[in-house]
């Protein structure tokens, strides 16, 4: 696995791992009122709910510890799990696919249109030469392809 996850796919992924879906595997989670959820905070021992998630916001904040964060930062923080670990999980169970800076950028971008070039240049080169092997001074050519038995559509 080379090469470093691109921006845009992190960014989905923050989008796509909703938070309280994510947290909720970890923490019960009640509505807060004000289109927040509360719960007792994982990071540090409380017994009343401290812990908030902020759905439309995807965000996370306790206010007894002063933990908080995204998505990423706490799947990091609660499994002890590095940034690309946590980004490669939460594109698998949330279906999105992540692209490479190396690789994916060196395989896509000359193939496309230079592959489209090519072929138009053989075409031309072919019609110019079909075109050729008409003129009279191609008279030698065509005797020449004729003893080898190319009829004119296969000489063409
Ligand atoms: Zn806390």
């Known amino acids: 696995m080379a090469g470093r996850i691109r921006e845009d796919d992190i960014a ?6 909703r938070i309280d879906d994510v947290v909720s595997g970890y923490v019960t989670l009640r509505n807060a009122g004000g289109g927040s959820m509360k719960g007792l905070c994982p990071f540090h021992d409380e017994k009343s709910p401290s812990f908030h998630v902020t759905p439309a916001r995807q965000f996370w904040h306790c ?12 799947l990091m923080k609660i499994d002890g799990l590095s940034f690309t670990e946590t980004v490669e999980r939460l594109a698998d169970k949330y279906g999105v696919t992540l692209r490479r800076e190396d690789g994916d ?6 193939r496309g249109p230079q592959r489209g070039r090519l072929l138009e240049a053989n075409k031309v080169a072919q019609v110019f030469y079909a075109e050729q092997l008409a003129s009279t ?8 392809l004729g003893q080898r038995g190319f009829d004119q559509a296969a000489a063409e």
Do not use: H, N
């Open 137 to 144: 001074e191609a008279l030698a050519g065509r005797q020449f």
């Open 63 to 74: 206010f007894g510890c002063g933990e908080g964060g995204d998505v990423i930062s706490f």
């Open 105 to 110: 950028v060196r395989d896509d971008r000359p």
């Open 12 to 17: 989905e992924v923050r989008e796509k791992a």
